[in-house]
């Protein structure tokens, strides 16, 4: 770490609405002027207004590709971590950037469908996701973890997709020694969106899979591949 603030853009913008700040990303920057969209004011008063952290540098805004959201949705199976159950909750990180959700208590299955939203500029960049099992006296213990590859997701998305019928499947990826995927996830062109749903095999950890969907949110600071 170079000392950078994080950059947050998850759940907890006005009133509490987890859309809010991407909300109002997108829809500022469809209003600005192509030269007008890396200002730093612009994004000073955007993220003012939304009690959303600063962003990392104004270098990096520049480079913006879009932004990913990350709709963490289960846990399946995870691990013990108290006398007979955890209270877990999952932490996702993508380069100076650090959102977690909200803990489940005890329970083993837990579901959190939230949305915790990453600004990608690299796509190099692999998430990286961490469940955690909170404790109030001792350190939270760690329940697993896993990486994606969002390069191909963020690949398929930069495409021109409008042409392609609602439900089309643009690619399938297998599981494999280089993944964490427990079974084939699709990136998918749905209703006007972006997604892929997928089930990570959580490591370095006995048990335990993660379900969550990721959806591309296009700013328009670039213009999409043709």
Not at 148 to 165: C, G, K, Q, W
Request: charged letters at 25%; aromatic letters at 6%.
């Amino acid at each position: 770490m170079d000392g950078k603030p994080p950059l947050i853009l998850s759940g907890g913008g006005k009133g509490g609405n987890p859309n809010s700040a991407v909300g109002t990303l997108e829809q500022t920057f469809q209003k600005l002027p192509i030269n007008e969209r890396n200002s730093d004011f612009v994004f000073g008063k955007l993220l003012t207004e939304d009690s959303v952290s600063p962003p990392t540098s104004a270098p990096e805004m520049e480079n913006m590709l879009g932004l990913l959201k990350v709709h963490i949705q289960r846990g399946i199976n995870l691990a013990v971590r108290d006398l007979r159950s955890s209270d877990p909750y999952v932490v996702v990180r993508m380069g100076h950037q650090k959102l977690k959700t909200r803990v489940v208590k005890k329970n083993l299955n837990p579901e959190w469908n939230e949305v915790l939203t990453l600004c990608v500029n690299d796509p190099n960049h692999p998430i990286k996701l961490a469940v955690y099992d909170k404790d109030v006296f001792s350190l939270d213990d760690k329940m697993g973890d896993a990486e994606i590859d969002v390069s191909p997701f963020v690949e398929t998305a930069r495409m021109n997709l409008e042409e392609h019928p609602s439900g089309t499947v643009m690619k399938r990826m297998q599981p494999n020694r280089q993944n964490y995927f427990s079974e084939e996830s699709q990136i998918m062109w749905e209703n006007g969106k972006v997604l892929q749903r997928m089930f990570l095999r959580l490591r370095n950890v006995e048990c335990g899979e993660v379900e969550l969907e990721l959806e591309w949110v296009d700013v328009g600071s670039i213009p999409r591949k043709t």
